[in-house]
Nanobody, 128 residues
Framework: QVQLVESGGGLVQAGDSLRLSCAAS????????TGWFRQAPGKEREFVAG????????YYADSVKGRFTDSRDNAKNTVYLQMNSLKPEDTAVYYC?????????????????????WGQGTQVTVSS
């Protein structure tokens, strides 16, 4: 079992930055691929970014490429999402997720079905 807790959300203005954290407990989190997703009101949950367990490979949605950076500190069992140049359309609840098995790289990191464990989410609101 992997427990995930997101934090770092808030209300910011367009152009500002935020850093989200996803802290994990339970099984050895350093062996798990981790993904970031977001869900805006009335919309489906969508992929934002993903990172392999070593932190050597990252994946991004086109909408955030060049603005968001996914990283991890395995010594702290924490994954980070640095979000720069935020836009109003980035407003959503942000979730981190992990697949069922360790040392597994999703065939499609953007596929929700690849993930078993989820945090409770953290709200990000970007005003114009």
């Amino acid at each position: 079992q992997v427990q995930l807790v997101e934090s770092g959300g808030g209300l910011v203005q367009a152009g500002d930055s935020l850093r989200l954290s996803c802290a994990a407990s339970g099984r050895t989190f350093s062996s798990y691929f981790t993904g970031w997703f977001r869900q805006a009101p009335g919309k489906e949950r969508e992929f934002v970014a993903g990172i392999n367990w070593r932190g050597t490979r990252t994946y991004y949605a086109d909408s955030v490429k060049g603005r968001f950076t996914d990283s991890r500190d395995n010594a702290k069992n924490t994954v980070y999402l640095q979000m720069n140049s935020l836009k109003p359309e980035d407003t959503a609840v942000y979730y981190c997720g992990a697949p069922r098995n360790s040392h597994y790289v999703p065939t499609r990191p953007s596929n929700l079905r690849e993930y078993t464990y989820w945090g409770q989410g953290t709200q990000v609101t970007v005003s114009s």
